[in-house]
């Protein structure tokens, strides 16, 4: 079992910066890969980022990439997202899962252990 709790987000400017953390508890978290996927109202959770076990390996929606940085500290097990130039469209409820592979996925359904999610409002 994994526990994975959210943190960082909240209401910022478009423009602006946010880092959501990710801790982690439970098994060794070296050994899952990582994910961050997000949920707006009325929408299916999308991918977001995703990183392999030793941080070695990323992958980012195009709808992120070159703004967002996802990044791991094993040691502290967490794992955290750098969200920066962020837009209205990124606005949503921001979860983190782990999955018990070593490699990354953009799949949801690969991922066996969620966080609670944190809400990232962007306003205009």
């Known amino acids: 079992q994994v526990q994975l709790v959210e943190s960082g987000g909240g209401l910022v400017q478009a423009g602006g910066s946010l880092r959501l953390s990710c801790a982690a508890s439970g098994r060794t978290f070296s050994s899952y890969a990582m994910g961050w996927f997000r949920q707006a109202p009325g929408t299916e959770r999308g991918f977001v980022a995703a990183i392999n076990w030793s941080g070695g390996r990323t992958y980012y929606a195009n709808s992120v990439k070159g703004r967002f940085t996802i990044s791991r500290d094993n040691a502290k097990s967490t794992v955290y997202l750098q969200m920066n130039s962020l837009k209205p469209e990124d606005t949503a409820v921001y979860y983190c899962?782990?999955?018990?592979?070593?490699?990354?996925?953009?799949?949801?359904?690969?991922?066996?252990?969620w966080g609670q999610g944190t809400q990232v409002t962007v306003s205009s």
């Open positions: 899962a782990a999955r018990s592979d070593s490699r990354g996925s953009a799949v949801y359904t690969d991922y066996e252990y």
